[in-house]
T-cell receptor, first 113, second 112 residues
């Protein structure tokens, strides 16, 4: 069974204080690892897809990296508007044509001005 | 705006009732996914359709069913509702069977 564990569960940062969120996974053949941002009461917003170990992607203050067992979401000089829950999800290789995502429970990030 | 539309946004109903949630995917997307999000469980995959055909089932209860219509919109039917069914229900769509999925704003279901 595919499993995704995110840590920490919650993180409070001062504005400008850089940090990283962790996503550990076990999956029977990784097809892709996805990062989403979710604001309270809203749907998850797609951020990145990573497909192979060593891959990195960046968007504004966010950078996602991938190894064979985990992914990191690095947040550089965060601003209050970066406050949200960040979700990690894995998609397993499947010959049956199913491509559902298995999500972690998320890291709730609060950035204090 | 992701381009995925879900209606209604909020729904309050009594135990034992039946409701239908509707999802219109992004233009051109063939895959539709349904997820349930509760406070203690996080996002749980329910079911996937691709171009009208069921492709995968997750932890979907027998009281729940879904379908995808020829115009690619999808409906999730929840029956014999229980208090524990109260949750946010999200629909997501993707252009292909393995590409990134884009989520709607969800339907908040409250069973009283």
């Amino acid at each position: 069974e595919d499993q995704v564990t995110q840590s920490p569960e919650a993180l409070r940062l001062q504005e400008g204080e850089s940090s990283s969120l962790n996503c550990s996974y076990t999956v029977s053949g990784l097809r892709g690892l996805f990062w989403y941002r979710q604001d309270p009461g809203k749907g998850p917003e797609f951020l990145f897809t990573l497909y192979s170990a060593g891959e990195e992607k960046e968007k504004e203050r966010l950078k996602a990296t991938l190894t064979k067992k985990e992914s990191f979401l690095h947040i550089t000089a965060p601003k209050p508007e970066d406050s949200a829950t960040y979700l990690c999800a894995v998609q397993a290789q499947s010959g049956a044509g199913s491509y559902q995502l298995t999500f972690g429970k998320g890291t709730k990030l609060s950035v204090i001005p | 705006d992701s381009g995925v539309t879900q209606t209604p946004k909020h729904l309050i109903t009594a135990t034992g009732q039946r409701v239908t949630l509707r999802c219109s995917p992004r233009s051109g997307d063939l895959s539709v996914y349904w997820y349930q999000q509760s406070l203690d469980q996080g996002l749980q995959f329910l079911i996937q359709y691709y171009n009208g055909e069921e492709r995968a089932k997750g932890n979907i209860l027998e009281r729940f069913s879904a379908q995808q219509f020829p115009d690619l919109h999808s409906e999730l039917n929840l029956s014999s509702l229980e208090l524990g069914d109260s949750a946010l229900y999200f629909c997501a769509s993707s252009v292909g069977r393995g590409s990134e999925a884009f989520f709607g704003q969800g339907t908040r279901l409250t069973v009283v």
